[in-house]
């Protein structure tokens, strides 16, 4: 088949493939490396707040509890499809076997918050990360 995401037109980095689209996501990739597998969505969500985003995350995750105050230090400023997004990098808790690591990023349109979310072992994602930097760099996100 030659369908690709309903909505955003996307270039795919080498060893980054079409995913099962998972209803809310316009946007499902599957990164591959050896065994590992590593996944990319691209949500549009309504607004809501950055912080109970960020906490539902670090739920998936099992990772450690953060307060706001330590979400706000650990967000940092990133470039997506030419315009500031929050991104936050988590990684799972000590009882989490095997150990995931997430990065979050919400990107603001209008009435819209894409979230875009790359988790996968945390070996991977650093492997991957500057490609997925690159890629959301250049998302062509509706206004």
């Given at each position: 088949g030659g369908s690709t995401s309903p909505g955003l037109n996307v270039e795919l980095p080498e060893g980054w493939t079409q995913g099962r689209?998972?209803?809310v996501s316009v946007v499902s990739l599957v990164v591959k490396d050896g065994d590992q597998t590593g996944a990319i969505t691209v949500t549009p969500l309504n607004v809501s707040p950055?912080?109970?985003?960020?906490?539902?995350?670090?739920?998936?995750?099992?990772?450690?509890?953060?307060?706001g105050e330590q979400i706000t230090k650990a967000t940092e400023k990133i470039d997506v499809g030419g315009a500031e997004a929050d991104m936050?990098?988590?990684?799972?808790?000590?009882?989490?076997?095997?150990?995931?690591?997430l990065v979050g990023i919400r990107a603001i349109r209008g009435d819209t918050a894409w979230f875009i979310k790359f988790d996968g072992p945390p070996e991977l994602v650093e492997k991957?990360?500057?490609?997925?930097?690159?890629?959301?760099?250049?998302?062509?996100?509706?206004e």
């Open positions: 689209s998972t209803g950055w912080d109970a985003n960020v906490q539902r995350w670090i739920g998936q995750l099992g990772a450690e509890p953060m307060t936050i990098d988590l990684v799972s808790g000590p009882s989490v076997d095997p150990k995931k690591r991957e990360l500057d490609k997925f930097k690159n890629f959301i760099m250049k998302l062509p996100l509706p």
